[in-house]
């Protein structure tokens, strides 16, 4: 290949990668060259400035064509664009709490470390999203986890993170070598790396031998993956982390690293086993993809149920999100399970409400622990009294975490009930599930409720709010009840510009 | 053509991956899980080689994919190991049933 | 049929399995370190044998070499009260071994006779060659962003692993 076939390519459909890899290079140097004294915080706002300028180049490349450069090796589709920006509003409000994030013990030292750390953590994000090949996604996904192990154990003095940090590289390494080998079975019986000509390939494949394997690979690449969206069974490390990283940290892994983890998880799904015809016992041969729903509902009815009954007897709160957020990765399997016509919408738009309603959860959350340095769920007590703003944003976040109908979080749980019940047969089981365990929730989310706006606070002064902070907590309220009121808003935006992910593996 | 089948060198990844997933379950001391996850992403690597030559398209794409993991196996095995000597530094130990401060 | 090429698989196949197995039933910890780079040296062989003679020596490089150290490294910087194993978890442990057992059978039944009718290869001609067309071409992004990935792991370890300014300052009074 020369270098005329190499400038041939539309690099240009790259520029919010570009940008968001030259203001991380840009920050590290700035670091290391700026006076010790200089307020790192600067750092981030030049970081903040970045996102906002990727998500600008972005929103200017929606009506672009699908575009595909080296080999898919990147690739600018519908669905890499719907969801980047997803991960691009996420980065940016999770950049804004990191700006404001003042710890117990400090973190001067390490502050500008933790600006661009984010931002490859995000670049790989936005890679994952937008790549037809196995070995992109695979580099992307591994730029994402490295980053985020280092996050969680950026408060280095601070025990519980280490820990954090130590438990999360652990179960991540032992992820991502089940995912390998999950994927290096698919290489094998394809002979490449190229998500649309292994679907082509796959497509034609008889072999029942064969196709055992493949099944064998798709149980393997999705255990590893479900560490990345923290859904059963490789939850575990969840609470543990959430608690000891630094709270912008936790905003991070629960929003954009989830996204990021159902982003794969779709592409490498959809492109690579549901193409493979399995020789049923009617007729007509099946996708392996739907032969395994059955497995895939037991893992997402399981995920909900642990999430949601665990999350019961939790004092602290962040573990209690950490608990809440393993639930809604349990909703999200239910639409990926049912694959209806609809499962695109309903991911999609359950993804970003859930990135308003529990980031905006997390600013609060992040104001509260440290100001009081505990994370008890009695340090809610009173908020109404001592911030009216926040306790009222706090409830609005909570309904829609909780589901209740005016709320983005109920739309989002709306689309999916619909898409499970459309398919025939209708998955009554699931749905039936996810109804009761969404009623346990009401139990702990009225529970910090109640606290808020019915307990007396231990100390009455009133709280003060930080500019960064109010800002999310108000982006995030507004957009929950927006979208809560005027989903269409959303849905008609997602219609009409990326056309359903038609170009999927075109 | 080869005297060894295809199956026998998938046999030896798997054996491997086996014992290295055995090991990152079942051993306190995080080195050695850290050193096992290592072995299973070696494992791995066989499995690509493997198919690189004997799969259904021998191409070189398996060695380079391999190639890339063993990179992303090194800077995971240095930030793992970063990371402990931070754990280290505050708790005095490497076993990981004594990493307690975290439960719920 | 016995021909060289098996033979010497069965022996690098026998050295690694061998070393695996002590790795997880020795006790001292550089003991079991030791046993890995047998593994992994066994394993650099099992690569010439696929004709992957650049992966070979990547292998021995970055595995018996670096990694090894890294870990060597990581023994001696904490310390270790090397000799005792766990207490609890007798239950756990056989748990743990049937469902990987398990696994491994439900693998080795899908592979065991697997059958890929083979196709003439040249990976052995300008293997090195080959890799680096392929890399610079086809793999380009992955390849940058792996620089990227690269240089988050050493900032992450410096980070993580440097010792505090005043941490040493506090050394020095105490």
């Given at each position: 290949m020369d270098l005329e076939t190499l400038l041939?390519?539309?690099?240009?459909?790259?520029a919010p990668e570009f940008i968001i890899l030259g203001v991380a290079t840009a920050l590290s140097l700035l670091d290391l060259f700026?006076?010790?004294?200089?307020?790192?915080r600067i750092l981030g706002w030049l970081g903040f400035t970045g996102i906002l300028a990727a998500i600008v180049a972005l929103v200017s490349l929606i009506?672009?064509?699908t575009t595909s450069i080296l080999f898919d090796t990147f690739r600018l589709d519908g669905f890499a664009k719907a969801f980047k920006l997803i991960l691009l509003a996420g980065a940016a409000l999770v950049l804004l709490l990191a700006i404001d994030y003042e710890p117990k013990e400090g973190m001067k030292e390490y502050r500008g470390e933790f600006f661009y750390l984010f931002l490859t953590a995000l670049l790989g994000a936005m890679m994952m999203s937008s790549s037809g090949d196995l070995i992109t996604l695979f580099i992307g996904l591994e730029l994402l986890s490295l980053s985020s192990y280092i996050l969680a154990g950026m408060?280095?003095?601070?025990l519980q993170s280490n820990e954090s940090a130590m438990k999360y590289v652990i179960n991540g390494g032992i992820s991502t070598a089940i995912t390998l080998f999950g994927m290096s079975y698919v290489y094998g019986l394809?002979?490449?790396?190229n998500l649309k000509e292994m679907s082509l390939i796959l497509g034609n494949i008889a072999d029942p031998q064969h196709v055992y394997i493949l099944g064998l690979a798709f149980f393997l690449i999705f255990i590893g993956l479900s560490f990345k969206i923290a859904s059963?069974?490789?939850?575990?490390w969840a609470p543990d982390v959430y608690e000891g990283a630094p709270t912008p940290v936790t905003a991070f892994l629960s929003v954009v690293s989830k996204t990021a983890g159902f982003v794969i998880l779709l592409r490498l799904l959809l492109a690579i086993f549901a193409s493979v015809p399995v020789q049923g016992d009617g007729a007509e041969p099946l996708p392996l993809l739907l032969r395994m729903q059955d497995y895939l509902a037991f893992l997402a009815g399981a995920t909900m149920i642990i999430g949601n009954v665990i999350a019961l007897?939790?004092?602290n709160v962040k573990r209690l999100f950490a608990y809440s957020s393993i639930a809604h990765a349990g909703y999200i399997l239910v639409a990926l399970t049912t694959m209806s016509y609809f499962m695109f919408d309903a991911i999609w738009f359950y993804l970003l409400a859930y990135l308003f309603m529990n980031l905006g959860a997390f600013a609060i959350l992040q104001l509260i622990t440290s100001k009081t340095g505990s994370e008890d769920?009695?340090?809610?007590?009173?908020l109404y009294q001592r911030a009216p703003v926040l306790a009222v944003g706090m409830g609005i976040f909570i309904l829609s975490l909780a589901g209740i109908p005016g709320t983005a979080g109920f739309i989002g749980k709306l689309n999916i009930f619909m898409g499970a019940l459309i398919r025939?047969?209708?998955?009554f089981v699931l749905v039936g599930i996810m109804i009761v365990m969404t009623v346990v929730s009401y139990v702990y989310y009225f529970g910090l409720f109640t606290q808020m706006f019915f307990r007396p606070a231990a100390d009455d002064s009133k709280l003060k709010l930080s500019p960064g902070i109010t800002t999310v907590v108000v982006i995030c309220a507004a957009a929950t009840v927006l979208f809560g009121i005027m989903p269409n808003l959303a849905l008609d935006f997602f219609h009409q510009n990326f056309n359903g992910f038609s170009d999927f593996l075109q | 053509m080869s005297s060894v089948p295809i199956s026998a060198f998938l046999a030896l990844a798997l054996i491997l991956f086996c014992i290295g997933l055995y090991g990152a379950l079942t051993k306190r001391n995080t080195v050695i899980v850290l050193i096992s996850i290592e072995l299973m992403l070696n494992a791995v690597n066989i499995n690509l080689v493997t198919f690189s030559k004997y799969g259904v398209a021998p191409a070189i794409t398996g060695q380079v994919f391999a190639l890339f993991v063993i990179t992303v196996a090194a800077a995971e095995a240095a930030v793992g190991l970063a990371i402990l000597i931070a754990l280290y530094r505050n708790r005095k130990t490497v076993n990981i049933d004594e990493m307690d401060q975290l439960q719920g | 049929m016995l021909t060289g090429e098996f033979i010497a698989f069965m022996a690098l196949a026998l050295v690694a399995i061998i070393g695996g197995v002590l790795l997880i039933n020795l006790t001292k910890v550089i003991h079991m370190v030791v046993a890995l780079v047998f593994t992994f040296v066994s394993i650099a062989g099992i690569f010439v044998i696929l004709s992957a003679e650049f992966i070979a020596a990547v292998q021995i490089l970055i595995y018996s070499g670096a990694i090894t150290i890294i870990m060597l490294f990581g023994i001696m910087l904490t310390r270790h009260d090397d000799t005792s194993e766990p207490i609890t978890g007798k239950w756990r442990k056989l748990f743990l071994l049937l469902g990987v057992l398990g696994f491994g059978v439900a693998v080795y039944i899908g592979i065991y006779n697997l059958d890929i009718p083979q196709a003439a290869n040249t990976?052995?001609?300008?293997n090195t060659e080959q890799i680096g067309i392929s890399l610079y071409s086809h793999f380009i992004i992955p390849f940058e962003l792996t620089s990227v990935l690269l240089l988050v792991a050493l900032i992450g370890a410096i980070v993580l692993a440097k010792k505090d300014e005043d941490d040493e300052k506090e050394a020095e009074k105490e």
């Amino acid at each position: 290949m020369d270098l005329e076939t190499l400038l041939s390519y539309e690099w240009g459909t790259m520029a919010p990668e570009f940008i968001i890899l030259g203001v991380a290079t840009a920050l590290s140097l700035l670091d290391l060259f700026m006076p010790k004294k200089v307020d790192r915080r600067i750092l981030g706002w030049l970081g903040f400035t970045g996102i906002l300028a990727a998500i600008v180049a972005l929103v200017s490349l929606i009506g672009h064509d699908t575009t595909s450069i080296l080999f898919d090796t990147f690739r600018l589709d519908g669905f890499a664009k719907a969801f980047k920006l997803i991960l691009l509003a996420g980065a940016a409000l999770v950049l804004l709490l990191a700006i404001d994030y003042e710890p117990k013990e400090g973190m001067k030292e390490y502050r500008g470390e933790f600006f661009y750390l984010f931002l490859t953590a995000l670049l790989g994000a936005m890679m994952m999203s937008s790549s037809g090949d196995l070995i992109t996604l695979f580099i992307g996904l591994e730029l994402l986890s490295l980053s985020s192990y280092i996050l969680a154990g950026m408060r280095k003095k601070n025990l519980q993170s280490n820990e954090s940090a130590m438990k999360y590289v652990i179960n991540g390494g032992i992820s991502t070598a089940i995912t390998l080998f999950g994927m290096s079975y698919v290489y094998g019986l394809t002979g490449t790396t190229n998500l649309k000509e292994m679907s082509l390939i796959l497509g034609n494949i008889a072999d029942p031998q064969h196709v055992y394997i493949l099944g064998l690979a798709f149980f393997l690449i999705f255990i590893g993956l479900s560490f990345k969206i923290a859904s059963a069974p490789f939850h575990m490390w969840a609470p543990d982390v959430y608690e000891g990283a630094p709270t912008p940290v936790t905003a991070f892994l629960s929003v954009v690293s989830k996204t990021a983890g159902f982003v794969i998880l779709l592409r490498l799904l959809l492109a690579i086993f549901a193409s493979v015809p399995v020789q049923g016992d009617g007729a007509e041969p099946l996708p392996l993809l739907l032969r395994m729903q059955d497995y895939l509902a037991f893992l997402a009815g399981a995920t909900m149920i642990i999430g949601n009954v665990i999350a019961l007897r939790q004092r602290n709160v962040k573990r209690l999100f950490a608990y809440s957020s393993i639930a809604h990765a349990g909703y999200i399997l239910v639409a990926l399970t049912t694959m209806s016509y609809f499962m695109f919408d309903a991911i999609w738009f359950y993804l970003l409400a859930y990135l308003f309603m529990n980031l905006g959860a997390f600013a609060i959350l992040q104001l509260i622990t440290s100001k009081t340095g505990s994370e008890d769920i009695g340090q809610f007590a009173g908020l109404y009294q001592r911030a009216p703003v926040l306790a009222v944003g706090m409830g609005i976040f909570i309904l829609s975490l909780a589901g209740i109908p005016g709320t983005a979080g109920f739309i989002g749980k709306l689309n999916i009930f619909m898409g499970a019940l459309i398919r025939e047969p209708a998955h009554f089981v699931l749905v039936g599930i996810m109804i009761v365990m969404t009623v346990v929730s009401y139990v702990y989310y009225f529970g910090l409720f109640t606290q808020m706006f019915f307990r007396p606070a231990a100390d009455d002064s009133k709280l003060k709010l930080s500019p960064g902070i109010t800002t999310v907590v108000v982006i995030c309220a507004a957009a929950t009840v927006l979208f809560g009121i005027m989903p269409n808003l959303a849905l008609d935006f997602f219609h009409q510009n990326f056309n359903g992910f038609s170009d999927f593996l075109q | 053509m080869s005297s060894v089948p295809i199956s026998a060198f998938l046999a030896l990844a798997l054996i491997l991956f086996c014992i290295g997933l055995y090991g990152a379950l079942t051993k306190r001391n995080t080195v050695i899980v850290l050193i096992s996850i290592e072995l299973m992403l070696n494992a791995v690597n066989i499995n690509l080689v493997t198919f690189s030559k004997y799969g259904v398209a021998p191409a070189i794409t398996g060695q380079v994919f391999a190639l890339f993991v063993i990179t992303v196996a090194a800077a995971e095995a240095a930030v793992g190991l970063a990371i402990l000597i931070a754990l280290y530094r505050n708790r005095k130990t490497v076993n990981i049933d004594e990493m307690d401060q975290l439960q719920g | 049929m016995l021909t060289g090429e098996f033979i010497a698989f069965m022996a690098l196949a026998l050295v690694a399995i061998i070393g695996g197995v002590l790795l997880i039933n020795l006790t001292k910890v550089i003991h079991m370190v030791v046993a890995l780079v047998f593994t992994f040296v066994s394993i650099a062989g099992i690569f010439v044998i696929l004709s992957a003679e650049f992966i070979a020596a990547v292998q021995i490089l970055i595995y018996s070499g670096a990694i090894t150290i890294i870990m060597l490294f990581g023994i001696m910087l904490t310390r270790h009260d090397d000799t005792s194993e766990p207490i609890t978890g007798k239950w756990r442990k056989l748990f743990l071994l049937l469902g990987v057992l398990g696994f491994g059978v439900a693998v080795y039944i899908g592979i065991y006779n697997l059958d890929i009718p083979q196709a003439a290869n040249t990976l052995h001609v300008d293997n090195t060659e080959q890799i680096g067309i392929s890399l610079y071409s086809h793999f380009i992004i992955p390849f940058e962003l792996t620089s990227v990935l690269l240089l988050v792991a050493l900032i992450g370890a410096i980070v993580l692993a440097k010792k505090d300014e005043d941490d040493e300052k506090e050394a020095e009074k105490e």
